[in-house]
């Protein structure tokens, strides 16, 4: 099992200085990767229609993956970045092929594009895209994506885009950029195992991910594909006592689990990076 590090974007602030400290500090431990979470825009919950139940609002803050990821590639050599993950169906499919081939391009081939569908429909309606047509679009886009970076001229006619005889330059230097799924509907379940290249769970009991995750690879059996196929867990400290992270990365290495992420939290930065060494210290990062 590969461990990365989730970038605690909503918790760790602005601070440019911290941001890098954080970064190279997870690199200097041997992480192998950083996952940074994505939403454009934040809704305010009380608007009309909503409960007020929302994972994410206008006053969390989300730094936008792209750049992010090509300012960090200046100061790294070594450690991955992906998306976990990047709503996709709401971008211009074109634009998205280009920001990810010159991500991978700047950190030497250091991009996995992780994506989903989102749940904030007010997002998708702000961006001028149709929230009900996301689940068909996502898969037109993948199709798209890896065109776009494995040729130099591409002529499509689909459903949501068009391409007439046109590429992006430069091509990324991996052709294609891997690209991971995440959600939890048994049909995100069966796309993964048909079209992408692993499946980001969630950060749940092990125990009780074990029913969704057994039809994940049945799925993945069925198309062929089971030996292919990758799966990323996340593992969340705040909500998880020290004392239970033995039994919660051995119960997802069970489930066939290739890599897991540390999620850290605290006051400070120092509390943090703690969490991050004593994590590499017992698992051996």
């Given at each position: 099992?590969?461990?990365?590090?989730v970038?605690?974007?909503?918790?760790l602030?602005?601070?440019?200085?911290?941001?890098r400290?954080?970064?190279?500090?997870?690199?200097?431990?041997?992480?192998?990767?950083?996952?940074a979470?994505d939403?454009?825009?934040?809704?305010?919950?009380?608007?009309?229609g909503?409960?007020?139940?929302?994972?994410y609002?206008y006053?969390?803050?989300f730094?936008?993956?792209?750049?992010?990821?090509?300012?960090m590639?200046?100061?790294?050599?070594?450690?991955?970045?992906?998306?976990?993950?990047?709503?996709?169906?709401?971008?211009?499919t074109?634009?998205?092929a280009k920001?990810?081939?010159q991500?991978?391009l700047?950190?030497?081939?250091r991009?996995?594009?992780?994506?989903?569908?989102?749940?904030?429909?007010?997002?998708?309606?702000?961006l001028?895209?149709?929230f009900?047509?996301?689940?068909?679009r996502?898969?037109?886009?993948?199709?798209?994506?890896?065109?776009l970076?494995?040729?130099?001229l591409?002529?499509?006619s689909g459903r949501?885009?068009?391409?007439?005889?046109?590429g992006?330059n430069p091509?990324?230097p991996?052709?294609?950029?891997p690209?991971?799924?995440?959600?939890?509907?048994?049909?995100?379940?069966?796309r993964v195992?048909?079209?992408?290249?692993?499946y980001?769970?969630?950060?749940?009991?092990p125990a009780?991910s074990?029913?969704?995750?057994?039809?994940?690879w049945?799925?993945?059996?069925?198309?062929g594909?089971?030996?292919?196929?990758g799966?990323?867990v996340?593992?969340?400290?705040?909500?998880?006592?020290e004392s239970g992270?033995?039994?919660?990365?051995h119960?997802?290495?069970?489930l066939?689990?290739?890599?897991?992420?540390?999620?850290?939290?605290?006051?400070k930065?120092?509390?943090?990076l703690?969490?991050?060494?004593?994590?590499r210290?017992?698992?051996?990062?």
């Amino acid at each position: 099992m590969r461990f990365g590090v989730v970038f605690p974007q909503t918790q760790l602030g602005a601070d440019p200085h911290i941001l890098r400290d954080f970064v190279q500090a997870a690199e200097g431990m041997g992480y192998h990767h950083l996952l940074a979470y994505d939403h454009v825009l934040g809704a305010n919950p009380d608007r009309p229609g909503w409960d007020g139940r929302r994972p994410y609002t206008y006053n969390d803050r989300f730094h936008e993956p792209f750049t992010l990821f090509s300012w960090m590639a200046g100061f790294t050599r070594r450690i991955g970045f992906m998306t976990g993950v990047l709503i996709l169906p709401q971008r211009q499919t074109a634009l998205v092929a280009k920001q990810a081939a010159q991500v991978d391009l700047l950190s030497g081939g250091r991009l996995r594009l992780g994506i989903g569908v989102g749940w904030n429909e007010v997002e998708y309606t702000c961006l001028g895209e149709d929230f009900s047509t996301r689940g068909a679009r996502v898969e037109e886009q993948m199709h798209i994506l890896r065109q776009l970076w494995t040729r130099d001229l591409v002529t499509i006619s689909g459903r949501f885009d068009t391409i007439d005889d046109a590429g992006i330059n430069p091509l990324p230097p991996q052709q294609p950029i891997p690209i991971w799924i995440g959600g939890t509907a048994d049909v995100v379940l069966r796309r993964v195992a048909r079209l992408s290249d692993g499946y980001i769970a969630g950060a749940g009991d092990p125990a009780k991910s074990q029913a969704a995750i057994e039809r994940y690879w049945q799925h993945a059996e069925a198309c062929g594909r089971r030996d292919s196929l990758g799966l990323h867990v996340r593992l969340v400290t705040e909500s998880r006592d020290e004392s239970g992270w033995e039994d919660f990365v051995h119960g997802w290495e069970k489930l066939g689990a290739t890599e897991l992420a540390i999620y850290p939290h605290g006051a400070k930065l120092e509390d943090y990076l703690a969490r991050l060494d004593r994590f590499r210290l017992l698992f051996g990062v």
